[in-house]
């Protein structure tokens, strides 16, 4: 069986995934995920006229001469606080102690900031103004920041902490968004215990459902833990169906190789409508995809490394697309091998385990993080970048890399 590019099995999966529905949800709980309407702006922001400044809202032409040698004095007529609006107009010859956020009285033009005034303490009925100020000086005009009108937003913006402020400044409770998918994560095979217990003989702990659970949620999306399952093909298959029945999508780890236990693999087989690819990149040859009772599988190899860089590669792309999201793709960067990355010709692309830093010429370095067989997981752990090393004899110091960024 010829090996598939690894943008054929990106590609194979990412047009099969359809966006989720959208849900209107408080906007509070709105961060990271996608936009599904139009936010337009019903009002002016800022609503009214406002002093961007402690001090007096004054008429500038009141104080054109006004300078530190020869301050000009003005007749205290109010304090206005931010919350609350002037009694009357200002008149000529007067100033109001204005905070920030007040609406500007009518009558003023402008305000002078508390540092270019002195007054006699608080109750002081007059004010001296060191010096002159402009037309519109720090006063923020009524839809400075926006216009009644606007169309601000459009579906498919994903909500960051800045968004969630403008639905607030804009008077939403409510945003409608692309469902956060449920995906419910399961481990496979009779060797795994979890927890602190001694290892029988021939046991190992399970760890890729905990990694992989945790990378679900690092996504943005919400993982659901539907346990293990034993080598069995009566329990696999049943599980499979109760699960099918409680996520959006499914992820289980192991069982999709050649061994005589892969019995995922039988029972998706005979369930699912299913692609079963040998993919050209190491680690993460063997992936599986597919529907099982109308919902997206993605059957990722057993061995721990391998099944967190097919999540990266494969399955978080696409369920970032279920969620509405049109960029799907961690950042990468180019950066400088800072040693000799070795590895031989074998028809596939090596997605090595680095750590990627900034030099101090600004230009990304990388090194390799450490061990680098699937089933070692310290390499990954001590890693903040996949390389990707092209087919071949792989680097020498110096030469360029592909580094997809972990964090
Ligand atoms: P399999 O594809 O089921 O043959 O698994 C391949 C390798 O991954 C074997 O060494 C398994 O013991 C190991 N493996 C499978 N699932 C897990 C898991 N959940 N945690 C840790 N190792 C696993
Ligand atoms: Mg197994």
Not at 23 to 29: F, L, V
Not at 118 to 126: H, K, N, R, V, Y
Not at 200 to 207: A, F, L, N, Y
Not at 254 to 264: A, C, E, H, R
């Amino acid at each position: 069986m010829s090996l598939l590019p690894l943008a054929d099995a990106q590609q194979r999966v990412w047009s099969t995934i359809e966006s989720m529905g959208t849900i209107t949800i408080p906007i509070g709980e709105s961060r990271g995920m996608v936009l599904g309407q139009n936010v337009v702006a019903k009002e002016n922001i800022p609503p009214f006229a406002n002093t961007g400044m402690d001090g007096f809202a004054v008429r500038s032409e009141d104080i054109t001469d006004a300078s530190a040698d020869s301050p000009v004095e003005l007749t205290i007529a109010g304090t206005i606080a931010a919350g609350a609006v002037a009694e009357r107009p200002l008149e000529a010859g007067e100033a109001m102690r204005i905070m920030t956020g007040a609406p500007i009285p009518d009558g003023a033009d402008a305000v002078i900031m508390v540092e270019l005034t002195d007054t006699d303490g608080p109750d002081a009925s007059t004010v001296r103004c060191n010096a002159s100020v402009a037309p519109r000086n720090h006063v923020r005009p009524a839809g400075d920041d926006l216009i009644a009108g606007t169309e601000l937003f459009e579906p498919g913006v994903v909500i960051t902490p800045a968004h969630i402020g403008m639905f607030a400044t804009l008077g939403l409770e409510d945003v409608e968004v692309v469902q956060r998918p449920r995906v419910g994560v399961f481990s496979t095979g009779d060797e795994l215990i979890t927890g602190p217990q001694a290892l029988g003989p021939g046991q190992i702990r399970d760890s890729n459902r905990p990694q992989l659970l945790a990378l679900v949620a690092e996504a943005g999306l919400e993982p659901v833990d539907l346990g293990w399952l034993p080598d069995d093909e009566a329990v696999i298959e049943q599980a499979l169906r109760d699960g099918s029945q409680k996520v959006d999508a499914l992820l289980t780890s192991g069982g999709v190789s050649m061994g005589d236990f892969d019995f995922v693999k039988t029972i998706l087989q005979k369930l699912g409508d299913m692609h079963w690819m040998q993919i050209a990149i190491k680690p993460a040859k063997p992936f599986a995809f597919g529907t099982v009772l109308g919902k997206p599988i993605f059957g990722l190899p057993g061995n721990p490394v391998s099944s967190a860089v097919s999540f990266e590669l494969i399955a978080r792309p696409a369920l970032l697309k279920m969620m509405g999201y049109s960029d799907t793709q961690r950042r990468s960067v180019w950066a400088l091998a800072d040693e000799p990355i070795l590895r031989s010709p074998d028809g596939k692309t090596h997605f090595t385990r680095v750590r990627v830093w900034e030099s101090v010429d600004g230009a990304p370095r990388v090194r390799s993080a450490g061990a680098q067989g699937s089933h070692q997981l310290s390499g990954l752990a001590l890693a903040n970048g996949l390389a990707a090393i092209p087919d071949g004899d792989g680097l020498q110091a110096g030469d360029r890399v592909r580094v997809i960024l972990l964090d």
